[in-house]
């Protein structure tokens, strides 16, 4: 079989994930990489063993023998990167969110079908083996009928004032940053597994640190010494840290999320509760090899992953015996397998489209509409 050739725009943590989980396909070549000027773009290239390099995405576009893009910069720059990868005619996988509005998102969703093109927003949290379970597990009727879904995803890579990153920049991040950023995850999880639609929001935003501190030099600059005051400049904030949000489903069911990125102690915990008439499920992304699962009348219990204790459908997905866990990079090689068995085979394929991408951020403005008027939104 013939490597599908594939270019990544952007270089900061997510793009060489991307290219780790593309490389362990072994049928995927990841051929060029673009960043923000040419110099940049040649140093990360060679430090990632890429022949390609360029300074303008545009030229990585007009490869000829690019086939798949990969974007993986920051948000305000996702919706024109990708519209202009598919009218070059590259199929697509772009970061979430997929652009800056629900606008946007539509247009692109639209323009991706119109063109016959395959196209992806990496939700990769769908790709843990136990959610693929959880999933089969409500499809077969295990739950019974959804009643409540909780649950939430905390951080705490923003806990300090000092803490400073492009995401608390909306003009560059979007009217939300944390439900953008982490609650979308946890939607199109819970959605995912569920199968059910959140209709309607009521939200409460919090933002703990109306001023941060942000470096006046790139971080690195100051490795190895204590940052003066005289090393920040105060500037305002106008996202979210924090949002706790209730929700009501489609077919009645409640629910709750809470987001936060100033939670001490939690480095990446996304977490859901789904109660169903007949069991409940838990999972906790920082345990994403254990499924809880609860019975009024009989023993609870955890699943451990393993695909001979797992239903048929989601074996696939759990690459490793039991006993041999699977984390964050394995969610992104089995959304990858998916989408590249679709470009290759135009085989059925599962994998998060430009659709979901629109669909949450539909979710998203309602949320942050809820959260200006302080009033339930229907979506």
């Known amino acids: 079989m013939s490597k599908i050739k594939v270019g990544v725009i952007g270089t900061g943590f997510i793009g060489p994930s991307h290219i780790e989980a593309l490389r362990r396909l072994g049928f995927v070549e990841v051929a ?4 923000v000027d040419e ?7 060679a430090m990632l063993s890429i022949d390609r390099a360029y300074g303008d995405y545009k030229e990585l576009l007009a490869d000829d023998e690019i086939k798949a893009v990969h974007i993986c910069t920051p948000n305000h720059l996702h919706y024109a990167m990708s519209k202009d990868a598919l009218l070059a005619g590259k199929h697509v996988v772009c970061e979430k ?4 509005s629900y606008r946007e998102t539509k247009e692109l969703a639209d323009l991706a079908k119109e063109k016959g093109l395959v196209n992806a927003v990496h939700f990769n949290l769908r790709f843990y083996p136990l959610i693929q379970q959880a999933k089969a597990m409500a499809e077969k009727g295990d739950l019974g009928n959804i009643l409540a879904v909780n649950g939430s995803y905390q951080q705490d890579w923003l806990f300090y004032q000092t803490d400073y ?48 501190k942000k470096p006046l030099k790139p971080v690195e600059t100051y490795t190895g010494k204590l940052l003066q005051a005289s090393d920040y400049e105060d500037v305002p904030i106008d996202t979210e840290d924090y949002a706790t949000i209730l929700l009501r489903y489609e077919n009645g069911a409640h629910g709750s999320l809470t987001v936060n990125q100033v939670a001490a102690g939690r480095k990446n915990r996304c977490y859901f509760e789904i109660y169903g008439d007949k069991k409940a499920i838990s999972w906790d992304s920082e345990n994403p090899n254990e499924l809880w699962i609860g019975r009024r009348d009989g023993n609870n219990e955890t699943i451990i992953k393993d695909p001979s204790l797992m239903y048929d459908e989601p074996r696939a997905f759990a690459a490793l015996p039991g006993g041999h866990t699977e984390g964050f990079a394995d969610t992104s090689k089995q959304m990858f397998a998916q989408v590249y068995g679709k470009i290759l085979e135009n085989s059925d394929a599962n994998y998060p489209t430009f659709a979901d991408g629109a669909r949450e951020m539909q979710l998203c403005e309602a949320i942050v509409a809820s959260a200006k008027s302080e009033n339930w939104v229907s979506i």
Do not use: Q
């Open 32 to 35: 060029a990489l673009a960043d």
């Open 39 to 45: 110099a940049t773009a040649r140093e990360k290239a």
């Open 97 to 100: 969110p997929l652009a800056m």
């Open 165 to 212: 990153n492009w995401r608390l920049d909306s003009k560059l991040s979007g009217a939300s940053r944390a439900v953008a950023d982490i609650g979308s995850h946890w939607f199109d999880t819970t959605e995912f597994i569920s199968g059910l639609r959140v209709n309607k929001v009521c939200s409460d935003f919090a933002t703990f640190f109306k001023t941060r």
